[in-house]
């Protein structure tokens, strides 16, 4: 059992000023980093996606989003998007154009099929493509 933080999900974690959905995810993030959901896992294109939406926000959301994927203790572990990943979720993207995902988004679908993980994402787009989703 595993979940695969999605950017959209880390988003509202760290960087929105929606307080609803800042909820929402503090709330979930609570049961994810105490081991509720099996492992917690993500990738180094949500970290990009995660850093360049706040880098707009101001060097503070920079270091908080930095903290959260690589701090102590370590909650997430970041996997590499690898070879055979990125040609897999590059492949479902372009096949698969009319669903408007992106290319980070078909890596997480590709990496949560890995590990038989669900997704925890906010992004109805991506949670329909995904074997599984929380919340």
Known sequence: MAVVLDTSFVYDLH????????AR???LFRDIAAGRHGACISNDYVYAEC??????MGPSRVAAIDAFFFGEPAVVRVARVDHRMFSEARRRMLAEAERGLTLTDWAIVVQSQRHKARVATF?????RAAAGVLP
């Open 123 to 127: 992004d109805g787009a991506l949670g």
């Open 25 to 27: 995810a503090v709330g």
């Open 51 to 56: 850093n360049a939406f706040a880098t707009r």
């Open 15 to 22: 960087v929105t000023r929606n307080a609803d959905r800042h």
